[in-house]
């Protein structure tokens, strides 16, 4: 699966962005997808994953309440709806398949 991620850019605290990952391949709509982040000097880490169906969710617990992940198998394309954004979300977001494949990531800036 080739993934493709935008809706990267820069917001003011507090601010929202959503970002797309959009996947080519006929696997998509079976596996599950997930959305990670590394931030500037740090580890990547997860942020949130969603099944096949969309039915079962998860997040860290940094953006749980705040960022929520979704999915539309029609458009080969999962989604990160991020709300009360906060300057530590500021990193490079990447999504990945179920196969082990990843995007190339877009930036998310958020400044205080």
């Known amino acids: 699966v080739q993934l493709v991620e935008s809706g990267g850019g820069l917001v003011q605290a507090g601010g929202s962005l959503r970002l797309s990952c959009t996947a080519s391949g006929r696997a998509f709509s079976t596996g599950a997808m997930r959305w990670f982040r590394q931030a500037p000097g740090k580890e990547r880490e997860f942020v949130a994953s969603?099944?096949?169906?969309?039915?079962?969710?998860y997040y860290s617990n940094s953006v749980k309440g705040r960022f929520t992940i979704s999915r539309d198998n029609a458009k080969n394309t999962v989604y990160l709806q991020m709300n009360s954004l906060k300057p530590e979300d500021t990193a490079v977001y990447f999504c990945?398949?179920?196969?082990?494949?990843w995007g190339q990531g877009t930036l998310v800036t958020v400044s205080s």
């Open positions: 969603i099944n096949w169906s969309g039915a079962n969710k």
């Open positions: 990945s398949a179920g196969d082990g494949s």
